[in-house]
Nanobody, 116 residues
Framework: QVQLVEFGGGLVQAGGSLRLSCAAS????????MGWFRQAPGKEREKVAT???????EYSDSVRGRFNISKDFTKNTLFLQMNNLKPEDTAVYYC??????????WGQGTQVTVSS
């Protein structure tokens, strides 16, 4: 089992920044992919950014150039630095971890609200 706990959500004005953190614990394989997803009211959950065990990163088109995903591999802690936030970034942000042979794990989510 894996536990994921997110920190760092909140309310910010458009153009501002926030940093999310996700602490992972439990039976974590060396090879895994961690990432951030988000879900706005009335919309499906969508991928924001992911980082693989080798450091390879992927971003959605809507956040590329504004958000940066990083990971402390020694502590299995995931980060998402969000800059130049827009009202359309408002959503609940979820941390996820995927490893072979298991269903994806999810955190409880943290609310990010960007006011115009």
């Amino acid at each position: 089992q894996v536990q994921l706990v997110e920190f760092g959500g909140g309310l910010v004005q458009a153009g501002g920044s926030l940093r999310l953190s996700c602490a992972a614990s439990g039976s974590i394989f060396r090879v895994n992919v961690m990432g951030w997803f988000r879900q706005a009211p009335g919309k499906e959950r969508e991928k924001v950014a992911t980082i693989a065990h080798g450091g390879y990163t992927e971003y959605s088109d809507s956040v590329r150039g504004r958000f940066n995903i990083s990971k402390d591999f020694t502590k299995n802690t995931l980060f998402l630095q969000m800059n130049n936030l827009k009202p359309e970034d408002t959503a609940v942000y979820y941390c996820s971890l995927r490893q072979v042979g298991q269903s994806p794990y999810w955190g409880q989510g943290t609310q990010v609200t960007v006011s115009s």
